[in-house]
């Protein structure tokens, strides 16, 4: 089968691990480097520039010797990301987005990197900061400058599990027996496990909740070959950080989906995509697959199933969001820039290669590794009828105790704030920037599949927290990842990201308001991929949801910012 | 990805004749047959910019093919016409949805079609007459790009590009190489040319890659304006344009019929310069008249609003609480408001002493100028006096202002083709004697 599926552009599988071999030598991609890789790869220079510039990691020009990425998502800003931007430019002598004058030092900001639940933080050289304040980031500086190897400075990512199911009926975090699942493979038909998978009605962690059990079966009936399991771990929504934490305490749970996964369709390669902010798991993940092979739970053989051959391997991202989206990411994985497919195949028909492959998030092949281990029946027991099992949230914000909360479909918003212990819960993020906002109107509804379906990250916001403040952050969000291959993506959030600005100038009027909810449809309407399909989402559903907050803001005719008290107030000095 | 299953039994069988729907219309079609083409060969007209018949898949990326394809909105492009298929191309929606496309690619690039060297022969330009785009409903985003002069033969407007990747899919070497990609990502997105690869592109292929690009972004030194104005591609008359004329007839009449229009001026913190201005057509003001009437102006020196007005032209910016007062007054009494010179828009003259803290002025104005005796003059405050703003303040920053006319002052011309544009929907054309900022 041709590989030119959906583009003339000939993949290139080990272009990103190569560009990340030259930007670790040097700190950044030099002009040789970038020669030398395109003759390597037989691809034009541009070619290679187009690849590079598209992934944030990826530098052109010298990037200090330590590079330090701050994370900007909105819990970071409203929990001192400026302060700590601040003192970052103090403590190193750089500014953001440059590098000091001595090369030691290169700022830049980045979006979330999964540590919402103890921001800010950010990751120097890929290695993590947890909780930064100023003195921390003063004393960190310090030491990195005493020459203190990183590797001792950083922090360790706590994983933060605040609530499992009462009564066993814990799916995710049990007791982990490296292996148990693969074994039970044994005496099991493809057909079997995909049936088991289906009985349980386990639908896609990613966001689309497609049924799990399907997707397999309809990549199982497809006959070219070979077959590929991709696991998604790209988690780059931001607010969400299950897939770190699930990867982080059961490395070996996900490689145990994949396995189960490929022998199911008849895959024998299976890529974990790790997105790059999660560097600092690469070992950890890689270390779990070599104890699998000298365990013989993979390669040739596997779990010794007789022809079962299936090997895994870890394929490093390189900074962009949309690249979560199964068919950029398969772009990603074949070294091209990474822009979503058109849909014209899904990646069942002709994914990585143009080949059949299944993407599955990591959350959802440990749930199935689960249900292979402990039987569709104990999946069934927690949650509801239509929405059985439990599922993973990222809670972060304004709480006491952000974390990992493993629910039972069925819980109500109310008894998660209580469990987070949300003290003035107002504005209430699910999903992501992606999602949909809810305020505390919707306290009694439930996390459901089809009810309030979750991706799995939930910010809780109280109400001294500027809404437009929020709304801004997630609109340059979009604005800076949006993958730009389509027109309305690309030109309609930066066009929104104006009109919010317009708004927090104090300018806009009742048509503005307008405005943003017509924009919006055309972007929802017309966008080519998910993300530009649900980027104004929150902007107007929170129009929606707290018209007393946006009534303020909008003038009939007159400009709100304009205070006139305040502009006369130097004349007044004069009254005698 | 629901219907995944129907679908696959569905692309079972082999090629044949289909009967399509589109909007409303039967059409036979050989299966698997792109629908734009379709639709082409049927003489109706589905919009498209990126769309080339030779790229399969097609690129998908310009978005302005819109259409409700069995009841969902999607790119038309990216159809292969299927047995009952149903097309609707022109419901007001997908209407709007397309030009609004078209629309937010005049606002993100830099299109400054008349100094254009693909004037008349542009895509891009061609949909924008053919949806009728007057403006654009989106702000201008007037991002800085730079031209790209730097290759051999080519260059690169970045202004004009709208990323529909052709160039990226087909302009390749002998070797295979690609000449074009994009870079960068989100609204930074661009595309970059290999100077090396240009280098070894023949003249034909960079004439070939200057046609290829639906805009005005791949030019060839010395070979773009081949073709004078009036021979080119789109230099044809619109079908629509005949309706349109039939319109404004329409429209005239309409104008006729609903009597005067009424008008509202004043000058705030200004000179009288743009009422002066205004004043300069001369023997134009009788003909003015025959259609307008003036309401609170100068002009006419009724002081108080008796009426709610169709339009309120402001000379001068806010300088103090009564322009303030006034400017509001005028924003609730006229429907339409448009600020007239350099004042209103920015400021003007006035706006120099925003420079300088308002107590240093005025006690320089009343106190400490060689024409004051020490001692003997204090600064003028009273209940009845106007209070003096801090700064001078652009009418925008008070109130919302529908339009501006830049000027100081502007032509009278320039100002009331504007205001004859904005009342009866009049012919707006500006010459550039008539359109002047100093
Ligand atoms: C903009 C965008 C970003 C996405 N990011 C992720 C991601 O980070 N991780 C993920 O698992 N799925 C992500 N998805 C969903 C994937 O496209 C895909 O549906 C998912 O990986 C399928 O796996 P599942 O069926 O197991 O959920 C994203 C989708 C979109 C549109
Ligand atoms: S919607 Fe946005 S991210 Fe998706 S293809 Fe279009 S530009 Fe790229
Ligand atoms: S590219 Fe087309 S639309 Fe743009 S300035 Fe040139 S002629 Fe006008
Ligand atoms: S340069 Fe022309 S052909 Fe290339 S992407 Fe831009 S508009 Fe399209
Ligand atoms: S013509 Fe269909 S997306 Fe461009």
Same mark, same amino acid.
């Given at each position: 089968?041709?590989?030119?599926?959906?583009?003339?552009?000939?993949?290139?599988?080990?272009?990103?691990?190569?560009?990340?071999?030259?930007?670790?030598?040097?700190?950044?991609?030099?002009?040789?480097?970038?020669?030398?890789?395109?003759?390597?790869?037989?691809?034009?220079?541009?070619?290679?520039?187009?690849?590079?510039?598209?992934?944030?990691?990826?530098?052109?020009?010298?990037?200090?010797?330590?590079?330090?990425?701050?994370?900007?998502?909105?819990?970071?800003?409203?929990?001192?990301?400026?302060?700590?931007?601040?003192?970052?430019?103090?403590?190193?002598?750089?500014?953001?987005?440059?590098?000091?004058?001595?090369?030691?030092?290169?700022?830049?900001?980045?979006?979330?990197?999964?540590?919402?639940?103890?921001?800010?933080? *950010?990751?120097?050289?890929?290695?993590?900061?947890?909780?930064?304040?100023?003195?921390?980031?003063?004393?960190?500086?310090?030491?990195?400058? #005493?020459?203190?190897?990183?590797?001792?400075?950083?922090?360790? !990512?706590?994983?933060?599990?605040?609530?499992?199911?009462?009564?066993?009926?814990?799916?995710?975090?049990?007791?982990?027996?490296?292996?148990?699942?693969?074994?039970?493979?044994?005496?099991?038909?493809?057909?079997?496990?995909?049936?088991? !998978?289906?009985?349980?009605?386990?639908?896609?962690? =990613? =966001?689309?909740?497609?049924?799990? /059990?399907?997707?397999?079966?309809?990549?199982?009936? #497809?006959?070219?070959?070979?077959?590929?399991?991709?696991?998604?771990?790209?988690?780059?929504?931001?607010?969400?950080?299950?897939?770190?934490?699930?990867?982080?305490?059961?490395?070996?749970?996900?490689?145990?989906?994949?396995?189960?996964? /490929?022998?199911?369709?008849?895959?024998?390669?299976?890529?974990?995509?790790?997105?790059?902010?999660?560097?600092?798991?690469? %070992?950890?993940?890689?270390?779990?697959?070599?104890?699998?092979?000298?365990?013989?739970?993979?390669?040739?053989?596997? *779990?010794?199933? %007789?022809?079962? %051959?299936?090997?895994?391997?870890? #394929?490093?991202?390189?900074?962009?969001?949309?690249?979560?989206?199964?068919?950029?990411?398969?772009?990603?994985?074949?070294?091209?820039?990474?822009?979503?497919?058109?849909?014209?195949?899904?990646?069942?028909?002709?994914?990585?290669?143009?080949?059949?492959? !299944?993407?599955?998030? !990591?959350?959802?092949?440990?749930?199935?590794?689960?249900?292979?281990?402990?039987?569709?029946?104990?999946?069934?027991?927690? /949650?509801?009828?239509?929405?059985?099992?439990?599922?993973?949230?990222?809670?972060?914000?304004?709480?006491?105790?952000?974390?990992?909360?493993?629910?039972?479909?069925?819980?109500?918003?109310?008894?998660?704030?209580?469990?987070?212990?949300?003290?003035?819960?107002?504005?209430?993020?699910?999903?992501?920037?992606?999602?949909?906002?809810?305020?505390?109107?919707?306290?009694?509804?439930?996390?459901?599949?089809?009810?309030?379906?979750?991706?799995?990250?939930?910010?809780?916001?109280?109400?001294?927290?500027?809404?437009?403040?929020?709304?801004?952050?997630?609109?340059?969000?979009?604005?800076?990842?949006?993958?730009?291959?389509?027109?309305?993506?690309?030109?309609?959030?930066?066009?929104?990201?104006?009109?919010?600005?317009?708004?927090?100038?104090?300018? *806009?009027?009742?048509? &503005?308001?307008?405005?943003?909810?017509?924009?919006?449809?055309?972007?929802?309407?017309?966008?080519?991929?998910?993300?530009?399909?649900?980027?104004?989402?929150?902007?107007?559903?929170?129009?929606?949801?707290?018209?007393?907050?946006?009534?303020?803001?909008?003038? &009939?005719?007159?400009?709100?910012?304009?205070?006139?008290?305040?502009?006369?107030? *130097?004349?007044?000095?004069?009254?005698? | 990805?629901?219907?995944?299953?129907? +679908?696959?039994?569905?692309?079972?069988?082999?090629?044949?004749?289909?009967?399509?729907?589109?909007?409303?219309?039967?059409?036979?079609?050989?299966?698997?047959?792109?629908?734009?083409?379709?639709?082409? $060969?049927?003489?109706?007209?589905?919009?498209?910019?990126?769309?080339?018949?030779?790229?399969?898949?097609?690129?998908?990326?310009?978005?302005?093919?819109?259409?409700?394809?069995?009841?969902?909105?999607?790119?038309?492009?990216?159809?292969?016409?299927?047995?009952?298929?149903?097309?609707?191309?022109?419901?007001?929606?997908?209407?709007?949805?397309?030009?609004?496309?078209?629309?937010?690619?005049?606002?993100?690039?830099?299109?400054?079609?008349?100094?254009?060297?693909? @004037?008349?022969?542009?895509?891009?330009?061609?949909?924008?007459?053919?949806?009728?785009? @007057?403006? @654009?409903?989106?702000?201008?985003?007037?991002?800085?790009?730079?031209?790209?002069?730097?290759?051999?033969?080519?260059?690169?407007?970045?202004?004009?590009?709208?990323?529909?990747?052709?160039?990226?899919?087909?302009?390749?070497?002998?070797?295979?190489?690609?000449?074009?990609?994009?870079?960068?990502?989100?609204? $930074?997105?661009?595309?970059?040319?290999?100077?090396?690869?240009?280098?070894?592109?023949?003249?034909?292929?960079?004439?070939?890659?200057?046609?290829?690009?639906?805009?005005?972004?791949?030019?060839?030194?010395?070979?773009?304006?081949?073709?004078?104005?009036?021979?080119?591609?789109?230099?044809?008359?619109?079908?629509?344009?005949?309706?349109?004329?039939?319109?404004?007839?329409?429209?005239?009449?309409?104008?006729?019929?609903?009597?005067?229009?009424?008008?509202?001026?004043?000058?705030?913190?200004?000179?009288?310069?743009?009422?002066?201005?205004?004043?300069?057509?001369?023997?134009?003001?009788?003909?003015?008249? $025959?259609?307008?009437?003036?309401?609170?102006?100068?002009?006419?020196?009724?002081?108080?609003?008796?009426?709610?007005?169709?339009?309120?032209?402001?000379?001068?910016?806010?300088?103090?609480?009564?322009?303030? +007062?006034?400017?509001?007054?005028?924003?609730?009494?006229?429907?339409?408001?448009?600020?007239?010179?350099?004042?209103?828009?920015?400021?003007?003259?006035?706006?120099?002493?925003?420079?300088?803290?308002?107590?240093?002025?005025?006690?320089?104005?009343?106190?400490? @100028?060689?024409?004051?005796?020490?001692?003997?003059?204090?600064?003028?405050?009273?209940?009845?006096?106007?209070?003096?703003?801090?700064?001078?303040?652009?009418?925008?920053?008070?109130?919302?202002?529908?339009?501006?006319?830049?000027?100081?002052?502007?032509?009278?011309?320039?100002?009331?083709?504007?205001?004859?544009?904005?009342?009866?929907?009049?012919?707006?054309?500006?010459?550039?004697?008539?359109?002047?900022?100093?």
């Amino acid at each position: 089968m041709k590989s030119e599926a959906f583009s003339r552009q000939r993949a290139h599988p080990d272009l990103l691990n190569s560009l990340w071999k030259y930007q670790n030598q040097h700190g950044y991609i030099r002009d040789e480097d970038l020669t030398s890789c395109a003759r390597q790869f037989d691809m034009s220079k541009i070619e290679l520039e187009g690849v590079i510039s598209f992934y944030h990691f990826f530098h052109r020009r010298p990037a200090g010797q330590y590079t330090i990425y701050l994370n900007n998502s909105i819990v970071s800003e409203f929990k001192g990301f400026q302060r700590v931007r601040e003192a970052f430019e103090r403590e190193t002598g750089a500014r953001f987005g440059e590098v000091d004058p001595g090369g030691m030092f290169g700022l830049f900001e980045t979006s979330c990197i999964g540590l919402s639940d103890q921001e800010p933080a *950010a990751l120097i050289n890929f290695h993590p900061f947890t909780n930064l304040n100023t003195l921390k980031v003063r004393q960190i500086i310090a030491k990195i400058k #005493q020459g203190v190897p990183i590797e001792e400075v950083c922090d360790e !990512v706590g994983d933060n599990i605040r609530y499992v199911p009462p009564g066993k009926r814990a799916v995710f975090f049990r007791e982990y027996f490296p292996g148990n699942a693969i074994m039970k493979l044994n005496g099991m038909s493809p057909e079997q496990v995909i049936e088991e !998978v289906n009985r349980s009605k386990l639908s896609g962690r =990613g =966001g689309a909740f497609f049924p799990t /059990g399907l997707k397999w079966g309809l990549c199982r009936q #497809q006959t070219a070959e070979p077959k590929y399991i991709v696991c998604n771990a790209d988690e780059g929504e931001p607010g969400t950080f299950k897939d770190r934490v699930l990867m982080n305490t059961m490395p070996g749970l996900v490689l145990e989906g994949m396995a189960i996964a /490929g022998y199911a369709v008849g895959a024998r390669e299976g890529i974990l995509y790790l997105r790059a902010e999660y560097t600092w798991m690469k %070992d950890k993940l890689e270390k779990a697959i070599d104890r699998f092979y000298g365990m013989g739970l993979l390669g040739k053989n596997a *779990a010794g199933i %007789d022809g079962f %051959d299936f090997d895994i391997r870890v #394929q490093l991202g390189a900074g962009s969001y949309v690249v979560g989206e199964e068919t950029a990411l398969l772009n990603s994985m074949e070294g091209k820039r990474g822009e979503a497919r058109v849909k014209q195949f899904y990646p069942i028909e002709r994914g990585f290669l143009g080949l059949p492959t !299944v993407v599955n998030n !990591v959350e959802t092949l440990c749930a199935a590794a689960r249900i292979i281990e402990l039987g569709a029946g104990h999946f069934l027991q927690a /949650g509801t009828a239509t929405s059985p099992g439990t599922k993973l949230i990222s809670v972060s914000g304004d709480c006491h105790q952000p974390g990992i909360f493993e629910i039972e479909y069925g819980m109500t918003v109310e008894e998660l704030l209580k469990l987070c212990q949300a003290d003035a819960p107002y504005y209430m993020q699910v999903s992501g920037p992606s999602g949909e906002c809810i305020s505390m109107a919707d306290k009694k509804r439930a996390f459901s599949k089809d009810g309030l379906s979750c991706g799995g990250a939930f910010m809780v916001f109280s109400k001294h927290r500027d809404i437009l403040q929020i709304l801004l952050n997630f609109t340059t969000f979009f604005k800076e990842e949006s993958c730009g291959v389509c027109t309305p993506c690309r030109a309609g959030n930066f066009i929104l990201q104006r009109k919010l600005e317009k708004i927090k100038l104090g300018l *806009a009027q009742k048509s &503005d308001f307008e405005d943003i909810r017509q924009w919006a449809r055309i972007m929802q309407t017309a966008s080519r991929c998910g993300l530009g399909k649900t980027a104004s989402n929150t902007l107007v559903k929170a129009l929606d949801t707290f018209p007393e907050y946006f009534e303020v803001k909008q003038g &009939d005719g007159l400009n709100m910012k304009f205070d006139l008290t305040k502009a006369t107030e *130097a004349y007044e000095k004069f009254k005698s | 990805m629901k219907n995944l299953k129907a +679908e696959q039994k569905k692309k079972q069988p082999g090629k044949g004749q289909v009967t399509i729907k589109i909007d409303g219309k039967e059409i036979k079609a050989k299966e698997g047959q792109n629908l734009v083409q379709v639709a082409r $060969e049927n003489d109706i007209f589905i919009p498209s910019l990126c769309y080339y018949e030779h790229i399969d898949p097609p690129l998908g990326t310009c978005r302005v093919c819109v259409c409700e394809i069995d009841g969902k909105p999607g790119p038309a492009c990216m159809q292969k016409v299927k047995e009952n298929m149903e097309v609707r191309v022109n419901t007001p929606e997908m209407e709007d949805t397309r030009k609004a496309i078209v629309e937010m690619m005049f606002a993100e690039g830099n299109h400054f079609c008349p100094a254009c060297e693909k @004037s008349g022969n542009c895509s891009l330009q061609h949909m924008g007459y053919e949806m009728g785009v @007057s403006i @654009s409903r989106f702000p201008h985003l007037f991002k800085d790009r730079l031209i790209d002069f730097h290759p051999k033969r080519m260059i690169i407007e970045h202004n004009r590009c709208v990323k529909c990747h052709r160039c990226v899919e087909e302009v390749l070497t002998k070797e295979g190489k690609q000449v074009f990609s994009l870079c960068n990502r989100g609204n $930074e997105t661009m595309v970059g040319i290999d100077y090396e690869q240009e280098a070894k592109l023949t003249m034909q292929e960079a004439l070939a890659a200057m046609q290829l690009c639906p805009t005005g972004a791949i030019l060839v030194r010395g070979q773009s304006m081949a073709k004078p104005f009036g021979d080119r591609q789109f230099d044809q008359e619109s079908v629509k344009k005949e309706e349109e004329d039939k319109r404004a007839v329409v429209e005239a009449a309409v104008k006729v019929a609903k009597g005067k229009k009424v008008i509202a001026t004043i000058s705030l913190a200004g000179c009288f310069g743009c009422h002066m201005s205004m004043l300069d057509i001369d023997l134009g003001f009788i003909d003015l008249l $025959e259609v307008v009437e003036f309401n609170k102006s100068p002009i006419n020196d009724i002081k108080k609003f008796t009426q709610q007005c169709d339009i309120g032209l402001i000379e001068g910016g806010c300088c103090n609480s009564e322009n303030v +007062e006034t400017l509001r007054e005028f924003r609730r009494k006229c429907d339409i408001l448009v600020a007239v010179g350099e004042c209103s828009i920015w400021g003007g003259l006035p706006a120099m002493r925003n420079m300088i803290p308002l107590e240093e002025c005025l006690e320089e104005a009343y106190l400490n @100028s060689i024409t004051t005796v020490a001692g003997e003059h204090i600064v003028p405050y009273h209940e009845d006096l106007p209070k003096i703003l801090d700064k001078v303040y652009p009418c925008n920053e008070i109130v919302k202002i529908d339009y501006f006319i830049p000027g100081c002052p502007p032509n009278p011309e320039h100002i009331w083709k504007a205001v004859k544009n904005l009342l009866w929907g009049d012919h707006y054309s500006i010459l550039y004697s008539e359109f002047k900022y100093d």
